[in-house]
């Protein structure tokens, strides 16, 4: 949270709105006297401009240690352990506002009885005051936090549909499904049992889109499965021209990912490169740190088709909603690298 306009707004008013309850209080008790009118506004102005800046200080103390405390200590996860120092961060600050105040009103209007009693008073009204501040900021900072969360599932089921749609209409390609469908009929008159081992893991697939279309993640051992079984159809139809190495540690494999994650960059590796037998493609799959790798050599084709799945700009929007971390595309010599953040909570 920043410090804009309207919070400052809101605190001058407030602070003017404050000043005109203590100087009425005082007057009617006859703490102060007050001789004429001008002399109301004189007390009003400068008792409102010293509350607006020490106010305009201490609620930007307080969104410094909130800021700050989002960061080493979030909300909900260690709420219990926040508390204890979210309301000292307080205290501290209305201690130093409210004595810096006390001793700044000394030098304008002098205190007739003991200046400690005026900085231990001011001080205890300053901590209070925070206090109602901080669970101001606090429940406005938790419904904003809820509407972004709001917002940002809307817009992720938004783009969701729309990475639906398109991965659907891939799957349905007919040249897809007519390559594969060739293959599978070569393969039933000539090795039968490959031919099952083809449509099993066709079906897998199949499966597998299905299954995960409606989710925002998935755990990468699922989409390391979903790779495993669309190479092999791949490896079927290309054989010696399809060279794939996959390496990836299996503490990272309950890690999470944006569904079919993988197979927006093995579409994209085939459907932009030559794949031959005197030039084949090659293919790795690794961990590195909290990324998975998927790299390829370049050799692209002389008319490139344009890609109708679910496209890396789609998978860099996705990534967007889940998190700050964001998929990272680069060519290095002859190699396509491509680099996707592994997560570690669900959304």
Same mark, same amino acid.
């Given at each position: 949270?920043?410090?804009?306009?309207?919070?400052?707004?809101?605190?001058?008013?407030?602070?003017?709105?404050?000043?005109?309850?203590?100087?009425?209080?005082?007057?009617?008790?006859?703490?102060?006297?007050?001789?004429?009118?001008?002399?109301?506004?004189?007390?009003?102005?400068?008792?409102?401009?010293?509350?607006?800046?020490?106010?305009?200080?201490?609620?930007?103390?307080?969104?410094?240690?909130?800021?700050?405390?989002?960061?080493?200590?979030?909300?909900?996860?260690?709420?219990?352990?926040?508390?204890?120092?979210?309301?000292?961060?307080?205290?501290?600050?209305?201690?130093?506002?409210?004595?810096?105040?006390?001793?700044?009103?000394?030098?304008?209007?002098?205190?007739?009885?003991?200046?400690?009693?005026?900085?231990?008073?001011?001080?205890?009204?300053?901590?209070?005051?925070?206090?109602?501040?901080?669970?101001?900021?606090?429940?406005?900072?938790?419904?904003?936090?809820?509407?972004?969360?709001?917002?940002?599932?809307?817009?992720?089921?938004?783009?969701?549909?729309?990475?639906?749609?398109?991965?659907?209409?891939?799957?349905?390609?007919?040249?897809?499904?007519?390559?594969?469908?060739?293959?599978?009929?070569?393969?039933?008159?000539?090795?039968?049992?490959?031919?099952?081992?083809?449509?099993?893991?066709?079906?897998?697939?199949?499966?597998?889109?299905?299954?995960?279309?409606?989710?925002?993640?998935?755990?990468?051992?699922?989409?390391?499965?979903?790779?495993?079984?669309?190479?092999?159809?791949?490896?079927?139809?290309?054989?010696?021209?399809?060279?794939?190495?996959?390496?990836?540690?299996?503490?990272?494999?309950? /890690?999470? &990912?944006?569904?079919?994650? $993988? #197979?927006?960059? +093995?579409?994209?590796?085939?459907?932009?490169?030559?794949?031959? =037998? @005197?030039?084949?493609?090659?293919?790795?799959?690794?961990?590195?740190?909290? /990324?998975? &790798?998927?790299?390829?050599? $370049? #050799?692209?084709? +002389?008319?490139?088709?344009?890609?109708?799945?679910?496209?890396? =700009? @789609?998978?860099?929007?996705?990534?967007?909603?889940?998190?700050?971390?964001?998929?990272?595309?680069?060519?290095?010599?002859?190699?396509?690298?491509?680099?996707?953040?592994?997560?570690?909570?669900?959304?």
């Amino acid at each position: 949270m920043k410090l804009n306009k309207y919070l400052t707004i809101a605190i001058v008013s407030f602070a003017v709105l404050l000043q005109l309850i203590i100087i009425s209080y005082s007057q009617i008790t006859g703490y102060i006297q007050i001789p004429n009118l001008l002399n109301f506004f004189i007390r009003l102005f400068i008792g409102s401009t010293i509350s607006s800046i020490f106010g305009l200080v201490i609620v930007y103390i307080n969104l410094m240690s909130i800021n700050y405390l989002d960061k080493v200590l979030p909300i909900p996860q260690k709420l219990l352990t926040r508390i204890p120092f979210e309301l000292l961060l307080a205290t501290i600050a209305g201690i130093i506002v409210g004595t810096s105040a006390t001793l700044f009103s000394e030098l304008l209007f002098h205190y007739y009885d003991s200046l400690f009693k005026h900085i231990v008073n001011n001080s205890l009204m300053s901590i209070i005051i925070n206090y109602i501040v901080m669970l101001m900021i606090e429940s406005f900072a938790w419904y904003r936090r809820g509407q972004e969360s709001k917002s940002k599932s809307e817009e992720l089921e938004k783009e969701n549909t729309l990475i639906r749609f398109e991965t659907l209409k891939s799957q349905l390609n007919p040249h897809f499904l007519f390559n594969s469908l060739n293959v599978l009929s070569s393969l039933i008159k000539s090795e039968p049992e490959k031919a099952q081992n083809f449509v099993d893991e066709f079906s897998s697939v199949y499966r597998y889109t299905l299954d995960v279309i409606e989710k925002p993640v998935v755990e990468f051992k699922e989409e390391l499965e979903y790779a495993r079984s669309f190479l092999f159809l791949q490896k079927i139809r290309f054989g010696e021209a399809l060279i794939v190495e996959i390496n990836v540690d299996a503490s990272k494999l309950h /890690l999470l &990912v944006p569904p079919l994650a $993988l #197979q927006t960059l +093995l579409e994209n590796a085939f459907k932009h490169n030559r794949v031959s =037998s @005197n030039s084949p493609l090659q293919i790795k799959i690794y961990d590195k740190e909290n /990324l998975i &790798v998927v790299q390829n050599n $370049l #050799q692209l084709k +002389l008319n490139s088709v344009e890609s109708k799945g679910i496209g890396l =700009s @789609n998978l860099q929007k996705r990534y967007e909603l889940l998190g700050e971390v964001k998929p990272r595309f680069s060519i290095n010599e002859d190699k396509y690298i491509a680099e996707i953040p592994l997560l570690s909570e669900e959304i």
